[in-house]
C-alpha cells in the first residue's frame, strides 16, 4: 500500500515568518506531487505541483523536493493570517493514470 | 479555474431515501472522481472513472455507486440512506497526466 505522510499539526507560526510543510511518501518511483490548500468548510484547492525534474517557486510559494529521503516540502514565506488553512500533499500513482493518494493533512495556523 | 459543479451544495434528508449527488465537467475532461471527507479528517477516495463506461471503486469501501455514461457527468447514489453516509462528498476531474481539480462539495447530512 503506498503511502503519503505528513505532521498533522497544528503548525503555529507569527506573521511574517517561514511556514515549512513536509511530506514523506513510500513508493520511490512517484515522479509527480501537489500540494492542496483546504480552508475550513471548503474543497481542496490546487496550488503548487511539482515533478521530478526539480523545485519550483511560484510568488510567495516553493515547493522542494528530495528524492533520496522521499519527501516533499512546500514553503510559504511572508506568511500571513489568510493562509492559515489545512495543507493537504497528494503523490500520483502514475501507473494507475491519474489517481492521487493524499496524506491526512497538515493544519497551518498564522498568528498576527 | 476549474469548471466543476456540484449539486446540490447541501442535503438534509431521512434515513431510507434514494440520494443522487451531481457532479459535472465542461473541460472534457477524461477523469472524475469522488471522495468523501469528514469535518476535520482526511480525503477518502471512493469511486473513480477513466472515462465513458468506465468506473471504478476507490481505496475506501462505500456503499454509494456511480455511473458515467457522459464524459460531463458523473454521478453518485446512494439507494438507501443512512445516518453513517453523513459526510462531505467531493468530486474533481483532471485530463490525462493533468492536474486535478475539485468542486465546492456536497454536504450530506442523514437524519
Known amino acids: 500500500q503506498k503511502e503519503v505522510e505528513q505532521n498533522s499539526g497544528p503548525l503555529s507560526v507569527p506573521e511574517g515568518a517561514i511556514a515549512s510543510l513536509n511530506c514523506t511518501y513510500s513508493?520511490?518511483?512517484?515522479?509527480?506531487f501537489f500540494w492542496y490548500r483546504q480552508y475550513s468548510g471548503k474543497s481542496p484547492e490546487l496550488i503548487m505541483f511539482i515533478y521530478s525534474n526539480g523545485d519550483k517557486e511560484d510568488g510567495r510559494f516553493t515547493a522542494q523536493l528530495n528524492k533520496a529521503s522521499q519527501y516533499v516540502s512546500l514553503l510559504i514565506r511572508d506568511s500571513q493570517p489568510s493562509d492559515s488553512a489545512t495543507y493537504l500533499c497528494a503523490v500520483r500513482e502514475d501507473n494507475q493514470g491519474g489517481k492521487l493518494i493524499f496524506g491526512q493533512g497538515t493544519e497551518l495556523s498564522v498568528k498576527p | 479555474e476549474a469548471d466543476i459543479y456540484q449539486t446540490p451544495r447541501y442535503l438534509v434528508i431521512g434515513t431510507g431515501k434514494k440520494i443522487t449527488l451531481e457532479c459535472s465537467q465542461t473541460m472534457g475532461h477524461d477523469k472524475m472522481y469522488w471522495y468523501q471527507q469528514d469535518p476535520g479528517m482526511e480525503l477518502h477516495l471512493i469511486h473513480y472513472s477513466y472515462g465513458v463506461n468506465s468506473t471504478e471503486k476507490g481505496d475506501l469501501s462505500s456503499e454509494s455507486t456511480v455511473s458515467r455514461i457522459r464524459t460531463e457527468h458523473f454521478p453518485l447514489t446512494l439507494e438507501s440512506a443512512r445516518p453513517s453516509h453523513t459526510s462531505q462528498y467531493l468530486c474533481?476531474?483532471?485530463?490525462?497526466?493533468?492536474?486535478?481539480?475539485f468542486g465546492d462539495g456536497t454536504r450530506l447530512s442523514i437524519l
Open positions: 474533481a476531474s483532471s485530463e490525462s497526466g493533468g492536474l486535478q481539480h
Open positions: 513508493d520511490r518511483g512517484s515522479q509527480s
